[in-house]
Nanobody
Framework: VQLQASGGGLVRPGDSLRLSCVVSGFPVNENAIGWFRQAPGKEREGVACISSSDGLTFYDSSLKDRFTISRDIAKNTVYLQMDSLKPEDTAVYYC??????????????????WGQGTLVTVSS
């Protein structure tokens, strides 16, 4: 099993980025996939997740208006579209897989697999 996160970079406030999480080893619709982020000196926090069986999406309430999670089953990839980025969005973003069949949760310790992370820096 491997999750490969990519798409991070240095952007200005107000810009957009799309992160990708390419999954190998299982179909993306067999496990919940979540995006988390970790800023320096802070704990890893849940951003968005998508459930396996029905593709329902869940968001941190403070981010739901700017971030969108989606998946492409044919490409076995999960995306995180981030719009109107702010400096406080600066963090390493990780994708993870949680072996549950319904729903998804923002509990990092519950996730079974993690990608290596991709750095997003929002700065003017």
């Amino acid at each position: 099993v491997q999750l490969q996160a990519s798409g991070g970079g240095l952007v200005r406030p107000g810009d957009s980025l799309r992160l990708s999480c390419v999954v190998s080893g299982f179909p993306v619709n067999e496990n919940a996939i979540g995006w988390f982020r970790q800023a320096p000196g802070k704990e890893r926090e849940g951003v968005a997740c998508i459930s396996s069986s029905d593709g329902l999406t869940f968001y941190d309430s403070s981010l739901k208006d700017r971030f969108t999670i989606s998946r492409d089953i044919a490409k076995n990839t999960v995306y995180l579209q981030m719009d109107s980025l702010k400096p406080e969005d600066t963090a390493v973003y990780y994708c993870g897989a949680e072996k549950i069949t319904h729903g998804c949760f923002f509990i990092a310790n519950a996730y079974d697999y993690w990608g290596q992370g991709t750095l997003v820096t929002v700065s003017s």
